[in-house]
């Protein structure tokens, strides 16, 4: 009998060992889309469309600690994330059920004011709170947010389309999150934490707006893989070069950073940029033939996009993601993302 | 400001207070047919016919005790609380999201078990596990399910049909639960955790049975309202009588208890009965001339209604629910249940 524990396995170890050990009528149907392994399910209920649906867990200490989140900010990101996933599929998100797991010492203003947060980015959305359960914990607070969007036109964008030549691209910039992350963690008189821009940076951290029209846009002209980077670029990009059974290069200084993580983290904002996580911007790939207009789409939003590198076939036992250097020399990093376990 | 916590304000208070502060139209839309506040939500997509939406956490030292919850029945009685739910509106579950907060030393093998409980349920009922998110918790063990299901025909059953003259119902009978956990809670060498009747009354804690096919019969037979029974009668009851503006007496001596929960405690069976939770049976109200049909219905697939009181019109300040003695007198004892946050 194995003692393996879940530190051990690491988050997607375990999913793996998960996904083998149910029985093939518990994880599939012919009305499941996509299970177990992508942003979200895709589901089609007896009568009507196709329906997509996520859930996440977010538990004080591990992902958010509220020495620093706000509980007003703490519900805008429980509901942000999951409208997230369901962006990074082309959907749009409509109702949203909410467990919460509190010590009995919590306040209730708290409690209201976490609400008041969702209600700040559901009102906008048009996302319904349709219900959910609220029970006690005995130390940490527990957030459990779902939630339901739909397909438009019954189209949906996978972790798993991705082709050789396409070009990978993402939205936005990279790192500010970690940046912030990491500012949060300086002392309050800390040069760098009064810095005018660290604002921007500690607002990416804890008011992350998911890009659900942009992913739409996508979606509509032609983009073939999409997720939403919760994990970090080198912890995300390998999900889709694995679900699509492709390789990649990525020329690692065209990753856009902004210019006051760069200014503020002269030594780390390269790390922050490609490992840090919560950034909730877009991953995609596209066929070069569809990037300008893609771009286009994007900037008439008011939203970057940025190529990064490109999709390759699969070549035997190579690493499936390269790094280059802006002479287009191999980089070697170890690949290394957060991990919910402390493995790795 | 007020500075109330969250025991102080008590689960339903706590979701009154919530359901108050959110505004209009965060907690409502045309599709949504129930929202906060009934077992589940009930939900239109754009394209499609009504869902049935609900969420339970269930966290340990709170719910469940690994000392006596083994890991594939804790699976189980994860997915069973929820599909009890779906049940309780007359629906038919579908698909599973599972979240889970493991502490990182947690074994591979019991993640695996859980599983393996969820799929013994799952499958004979053919509801998928689409997917979910599994996250590391610095203690306690987390487990948030979500399940979404559909209606039968387009109707479902809430909690706020029961009308003056409706007789009240149970299916099965009360306090085995409750009987198991307080056999639980004892020495393994006492003598009645080694009554023979001892394990079927820690399997119905352990192993509750959503009454899935009664739940749509009386759907079918004209019952008015019905709910799921996990905060026990007198903690449960209350929420029918509320939402449907009703009150009720029940004769506390029709309450159907197993000879085996009554031989082995004679002091508190009764109280187990009426105040025990997650008991999982079904709680309804259904019009006089519908019982009989109701009861023929349950016993063709083996089960057992019991009719233990009668819904009667709100009369100003009085008690909204009386319990009467054989004879007919009235009975008091303190309204109480389960409180989640410790309150009352």
Do not use: C
């Not at 509980?71 to 109702?95: E, F, H, T, Y």
């Not at 189209?155 to 999150?177: E, H, N, W």
């Not at 940025?306 to 190579?318: L, M």
């Amino acid at each position: 009998m194995t003692r393996q524990t879940v530190r051990d396995a690491g988050e997607f170890g375990l999913i793996d060992r998960i996904h083998a050990a149910l029985p093939e009528d518990v994880r599939t149907s012919s009305a499941l889309a996509i299970g177990i392994g992508d942003d979200t399910s895709v589901w089609t209920p007896p009568q009507g469309e196709q329906l997509l649906i996520t859930t996440d867990a977010l538990i004080e200490g591990v992902h958010f600690d509220l020495a620093w989140h706000d509980w007003r900010s703490l519900g805008w990101k429980s509901l942000a994330v999951n409208v997230s996933d369901i962006a990074a599929m082309g959907g749009q998100p409509a109702l949203a059920e909410i467990a919460l797991g509190l010590p009995a010492d919590t306040l209730v203003d708290d409690v209201l004011a976490f609400y008041q947060g969702m209600a700040d980015l559901a009102g906008p959305l048009s996302v319904v709170i349709a219900g959910g359960d609220i029970v006690g914990s005995p130390t940490a607070v527990m957030v459990n947010v779902t939630v339901i969007g739909h397909t438009v036109g019954g189209r949906f964008l996978t972790r798993s389309g991705a082709k050789p030549g396409d070009l990978i691209a993402v939205s936005g910039t990279l790192g500010a999150a970690a940046a912030g992350l990491r500012l949060l963690q300086l002392p309050e008189d800390n040069a760098r934490r009064r810095a005018t821009t660290a604002g921007a940076l500690i607002d990416a951290l804890l008011h992350p707006v998911p890009r659900v029209a942009l992913h739409q846009a996508l979606l509509a002209h032609g983009a073939t893989a999409a997720m939403d980077l919760s994990d970090g670029l080198l912890g995300d990009l390998p999900k889709i070069l694995a679900m699509s059974q492709v390789a990649a290069t990525v020329t690692i200084d065209s990753v856009p950073v902004a210019a006051s993580v760069r200014a503020l983290f002269p030594d780390d904002w390269q790390q922050m940029a490609l490992r840090g996580g919560e950034d909730y911007e877009l991953l995609f790939t596209a066929p070069e033939s569809q990037i300008a207009a893609i771009v286009a789409a994007a900037e008439s939003m008011g939203q970057m996009v940025t190529v990064i590198g490109r999709i390759e076939a699969q070549a035997g036992d190579h690493d499936t993601l390269r790094l280059l250097g802006s002479s287009g020399e191999p980089v070697h990093l170890p690949q290394h993302a957060f991990e919910h376990f402390g493995a790795g």
